[in-house]
């Protein structure tokens, strides 16, 4: 059966009249090439399809809450035996407590638990701690990266106001001087760093944390009275089962949980050291569906799949299979590929590319193999995938580097390049 | 079976030693009479139980979301079904294009709609819209009105910056001379007033918009190029099949809404008008689990309840059948109420009791007799209850005011007046 769009372009007519722009946010395929389907009506372990029930093997995982793979049955089955007994109740379920103790017995910074939905409230809520907890204000940031999109965070400006962007300086992440100069800039004003595990911003090669620079970050902190928050949100439990800062040996303060704590149902935390758990129960912060039981329940089967399994040494062995397998179809069509960040959270791009050209066209050519890539975001490796699966993904691969040889001249990825004239301007 | 809190007890003592005060947010029982459950087993129709096994007629409805019961079958049959097929994929469902034609279609003043999951999420997004739009920054907004907890708008201000609350004039609710003043104050640069659909204030008695108020605030808005912004999070689809203010005849040009509208599955929402749809669609906002196809197809079921029940004259119907038979049992035992609210969003308070001491007893009396209510937030009727229901509700009442009258001397709220005398700080 050949690849057809037609539903997925019915559905974005449709979409188009009732909803701004069509889609909004990560999962709006505006900046993705013209035929990347936006809607999906099934998924399975590593699989989904979409609304023309065109099959794909999801490299994206849902931006990242699939972990154990689509519809994993004990963790759903959990999910669902709470939804029928009471989830979103006047008060949470006993299974809130046990949560927190097992998060708080997973991660080796963390003496308590808060629960929410979004990355964004568990970074925000981060924030509120360390202001309360120092009575400072300023937070120093990594250029480029991502803590969410409330208006203090949000990558775009519009609708945002200076006064949400008080109180911030910025360094470049891996860059020691850069770190210390920020926390000079800061004054004796301090209230805290924040860090991504790794450098996992868009558009650019990811990097692993260098150990001069988060002992640094975590030594700054302690010099200042300031707290060293690691956002966990998009890579907690891909990289350890415990905080991600754990495998350079750096402790921090508080951390912040999402995406794959439960594996796609809907919850997020953060996690914190003792000192700083009476700045947390001062703080007023609360959401509807805060503290519905079923998520925690599914969380809970996820953490044990996650102590319990070798899905960790599993996502990273397919991961690497993934990436020396492309690696090697891609210079056997005489591409270079610029692939970095862990191998289970690989981010492709091509050599001589700035334009994106190449990455679109090979995405494009990916997507009507039934291989769903990012052209610019770090993808997930996710423990429902097999050796077939990467075996499928790196043929495919393959049969789509010779087809964009072949294809000749390649067009720019014009969408993109509105945006990054946008952002310039 | 005697009334006992012996596994609550023990959860909270594990709660304390994981969560930061052993809970958070407005599902804390903090500020509660002691022996309030903290935890909670089980849910059913208008009923829930708590972890010791006693059951309750749930007069809080989980705060909100619960509108149709407790577990109710269709709806959650929908999600179940959507969940095992595939919820929180790369992409969100079809579901999403229907559901915003389903509440554009219900809401007359909305075009578009965007979907996230806090309360909080779709006010901040409404305020985003509003600067995006008017390139203005001041946000005009009732006084104690609660819209939401994060930093530019959590009741407390613990962890909060001055910049956080910048751009912020206030006006008292219902007050027209308040309202213009407040604008005036605002200058030449309002970007939006916020309104309330009630007046559903803790601690104090509710009130309904007055219609001249309701039309002032549009007025000034169509003077200024200004958005009003009316947040019926808390109240939507309590009131009417349509935005709660269509009752005053005054069109918003945003509304933002989450609680009931899937009945306890987590999602939220901003509707708009078609002028504001360019604003919607070029500000950044997004969240892991906001394209999650499961909460929408609940929500379109929901929906479906909604128009083809009469739920909304039901719950009307029980409420004043509420409000008429405690007011009588009130009254023979001596004592005086203050029922305000709507009908079906009660809150109930005594006449004469500053210190909260008579509704800190009579709710802790109703606790032990079956019926969860709560001395100084708003309550909600759901469609699960029944004549039967309510009436037991008056039992229990009167048997409570029979008590509390036997008991003599009461103590006053300690826990709250520590709160106000913080607040006052």
């Known amino acids: 059966m050949a690849w057809t769009n037609s ?6 007519e449709r979409a188009q009249a009732v909803i701004p722009n069509g889609m909004y946010g990560h999962q709006s395929v505006m900046l993705l090439p013209d035929d990347y389907p936006q809607f999906f009506s099934r998924g399975e372990g590593a699989y989904m399809w979409d609304a023309d029930g065109n099959r794909y093997l999801d490299l994206l995982c849902g931006y990242g809450p699939n972990l154990f793979g689509y519809g994993h049955k004990a963790i759903d089955d959990a999910y669902v035996a709470r939804l029928r007994g009471g989830d979103t109740l ?9 949560l927190a103790e097992a998060m708080v017995g997973m991660v080796s910074h963390a003496d308590w638990a808060m629960f929410c939905k979004n990355g964004t409230d568990a970074t925000t809520m981060a924030m509120m701690v360390a202001r309360n907890h120092t009575k400072k204000k300023t937070i120093v940031l990594a250029k480029g990266a ?7 965070c949000t990558p775009l400006k519009n609708g945002v106001t200076e006064a949400d962007r008080a109180n911030q300086v910025f360094y470049d992440y891996n860059d020691v001087e850069s770190l210390e100069a920020a926390v000079k800039a800061a004054g004796g004003d301090l209230a805290a760093i924040f860090a991504s595990p790794i450098k ?24 200042h009275g300031a707290l060293l928050i690691v956002d966990d949100v998009r890579a907690g439990l891909r990289l350890a089962r415990d905080c991600s800062w754990s495998l350079v040996g750096v402790k921090p303060d508080l951390s912040s949980w999402g995406k794959a704590i439960a594996n796609g149902h809907p919850i997020s935390a953060l996690l914190g050291a003792e000192a700083f758990r009476m700045a947390a129960a ?12 079923a998520p ?14 070798d899905y960790l040494e599993r996502t990273i062995a397919l991961g690497e299979r993934l990436r020396a397998g492309l690696d090697e179809a891609a210079g056997r069509h005489g591409f270079g590929l610029r692939q970095t960040g862990p191998a289970q959270l690989p981010l492709i791009m091509f050599e001589d590319d700035a334009d994106f050209a190449k990455g679109y066209a090979w995405c494009d050519a990916l997507i009507r193999r039934g291989v769903y890539m990012h052209p610019w975001h770090n993808m997930f490796i996710c423990a ?9 993904a790196v043929e495919a691969g393959d049969d789509a580097f010779k087809a964009i040889k072949a294809a000749g ?3 720019p990825a014009t969408k993109l390049q509105i945006l990054h004239q946008h952002a310039a301007e």
């Open 7 to 12: 539903k997925d372009r019915a559905l974005r």
């Open 90 to 98: 006047t008060g949470p379920g006993p299974a809130m407590v046990e």
């Open 146 to 152: 991502y803590h969410g999109a409330a208006p203090w």
């Open 200 to 223: 996992h911003d868009a558009f650019i090669d990811q990097e692993a944390p260098s150990p001069e620079y988060a002992r640094r970050a975590r030594e700054l902190c302690d010099e």
């Open 282 to 293: 001062t703080i007023y912060v609360t959401g509807s569906f805060w503290f519905s039981a």
């Open 296 to 309: 925690m329940e599914a969380a809970l089967v996820t953490l044990g799949l996650v102590r319990d399994t």
């Open 384 to 392: 429902a995938m097999t050796e077939a699966d990467i075996d499928f």
């Open 409 to 411: 001249k390649l067009e």
